[in-house]
DNA sequence: ACCTGAACACCGTTCAAGT
DNA sequence: ACCTGAACACCGTTCAAGT
């Protein structure tokens, strides 16, 4: 932990949203959403907790600002790939931004966000399906299919959504009317998130892969 | 006279975890996520606020405990059904319960539950998959995945994840380097979920199918 | 244009006291 | 065993006042 705390008066240009937004990202990967506060981040930044709105509308927008900030994390693909390889270059993308700030991953994954920003990679999925031949409404079908399970997988994996890891122990089970659960118990136990990734995105791309060919 | 000894004109019965759960499910159904507070919901039940802490253990309890009323309302699939009507049924049975209360719906599907009851369709999940001749392993394979695709979609159902309706016009979009996006736009404007959901359920259980196979 | 501090209407939860 | 109210340490945000 850095001692960034007692600031003077004045450091390197005072406020900005772009500061705001970095150092509340920092304050989520530290300390989890919960520990954000408009209070909390503005004593990280030596201020005024009423500064912050000149610069943001307030908590919700700030939210949804760290949520834009990951996005824009996210790589543009190779332009020259075809519809299968861009397609996975996003979903890899999109992943190691959201595992990159696991804390913070709920607010993109959760939150509707009609910014300009999350166009971006809307478009970056939609030019590949137009271009292998969908029709509009059946890419964005697969855009939505696609979105979809990267939401959900994602969600297990910044652990905000049910793995069954620790839970109740196995003799509970077997006295419970749980025998499938309690034989799969070992497997339940752990999750290898790189495998579940990957087969369901290759489920998904072969799928829209057939599609493509009608 | 009706049993209990004399009490301040409230409702029937005193409190009790059962009455506080169904209580606060109602309020936000009625009010949303954001209006839950133990302060609020005392208010409701006519009650001093500390006195909720007597039958749920903080307000994080609390969340937990709407979250298993939801689980509780998936119907048990039709015993005699196979692997791909069991799968389907319980699909449809966990929809509707998290559409029945739509504002509800991030409480399952963004909080690690721990407890016995959402493990029933666990088990429900997993037995039909076992019996098809999944070795245990591949059964949570398929479970998580068809678990990861029910989450992601009905996190855009509910609301709480991008549908790119109504956001920025179209004109904007030409002008910003997005053809694609505005290609499609009339399409991002409106979401059958209805037909999403069948589809990407569809293409799920033809996999998981095609595995049984092999 | 930006920053500040007091003030308002809330929170979740601890604790000591009541029945 | 259950309920209560005061108290503590917080919130987000409005507003009037400062520079």
Do not use: Q, W
Not at 12 to 24: D, K
Not at 139 to 149: K, M, S
Not at 186 to 194: G, I, K, R, T
């Amino acid at each position: 932990m850095t001692g960034r705390r007692g600031r003077p008066p004045r450091e390197a240009g005072s406020l900005s949203r772009e500061r705001i937004l970095r150092e509340a990202l920092a304050l989520v990967d530290e300390e989890g959403l919960d520990a954000v506060s408009m209070r909390k981040l503005a004593r990280r930044l030596g201020v005024d907790p009423m500064s912050l709105y000149n610069h943001v509308d307030g908590k919700d927008a700030l939210l949804d600002g760290i949520a834009e900030v990951l996005l824009a994390a996210i790589p543009a693909p190779p332009p020259d790939a075809d519809l299968r390889e861009t397609m996975s270059a996003l979903a890899h993308g999109f992943r190691a931004a959201m595992l990159g700030h696991s804390r913070a991953a709920p607010l993109v994954l959760t939150r509707r966000l009609a910014s300009m920003t999350a166009l971006a990679p809307v478009e970056a999925v939609l030019a590949p399906l137009l271009a292998a031949g969908f029709p509009p409404d059946r890419a964005v079908h697969g855009l939505r299919t696609v979105l979809a399970f990267l939401i959900g997988t994602l969600m297990r994996e910044v652990d905000a959504a049910p793995t069954f890891s620790g839970g109740p122990r196995l003799a509970e089970l077997e006295g419970a009317g749980l025998p499938a659960v309690s034989a799969a118990a070992p497997f339940l136990a752990v999750c290898d998130h790189e495998a579940e990734f990957e087969f369901g995105l290759r489920v998904l791309l072969d799928a829209l892969g057939a599609m493509a060919g009608a």
